[in-house]
């Protein structure tokens, strides 16, 4: 966390979304063990942890970093579980809490974001059976056959912009949703 990326939360403040240096946010000592800042001009006062994965978090941070490492390292919920020695739940509640967080840096890096090109692909798997082969286990799970991954790919930025998972029976929603992101 950086005093330089904090900023006034109050929408209404005129200094509101400025960086520490460039706004009236001062150093305002701690708040149950946190540091915190306070704006001179609506008196608001913000923690440093504001806008981050780690805002209102009761565990230490460092154990909430550790465990979203060994998940992005590949780690299932349960060895992650054991390796940090915390609950399952707690495990999935944090791996939500950084996902909404991923989300939100993406989406703020995509404000602004100028794709001249786009090209579509699509890739095509089955999930436990071929579509051939369906009728006797469709019985089972019908979320079984073929699968196909349509992906709208940014090449002048290397991003993937948009991506939509479906089965085998193509609708006019799914095509809808290319024609779209054309």
Not at 15 to 22: A, H, K, L, M, N
Not at 37 to 58: I, K, P, Q, W
Not at 88 to 94: G, L, P, Q
Not at 125 to 140: G, I, Q
Request: aromatic share 12%; net charge positive.
């Amino acid at each position: 966390m950086n005093w330089e990326t904090l900023y006034c939360p109050n929408r209404s403040c005129r200094y509101y979304g400025r960086p520490f240096r460039q706004g009236l946010l001062v150093k305002n000592g701690t708040s149950h063990g946190k540091k915190q800042a306070l704006c001179r001009s609506c008196g608001r006062r913000v923690s440093l942890t504001y806008g981050t994965a780690y805002f209102d978090l009761e565990a230490d941070s460092a154990i909430f970093e550790l465990t979203v490492r060994a998940l992005a390292e590949g780690n299932s919920i349960h060895s992650t579980a054991r390796i940090v020695q915390i609950d399952k739940d707690t495990v999935c509640a944090w791996l939500n809490r950084a996902a909404h967080q991923c989300r939100l840096v993406m989406l703020y890096h995509w404000q602004n974001l100028h794709v001249t090109e786009c090209q579509l692909d699509e890739l095509w798997s089955f999930v436990h059976t071929k579509e051939h082969n369906l009728v006797a286990t469709k019985l089972w799970c019908e979320t079984y056959g073929d699968a196909w991954v349509w992906v709208a790919f940014a090449p002048g930025c290397r991003v993937v912009v948009a991506f939509v998972v479906g089965n085998a029976r193509r609708s006019t929603r799914t095509y809808s949703w290319i024609a779209w992101c054309m």
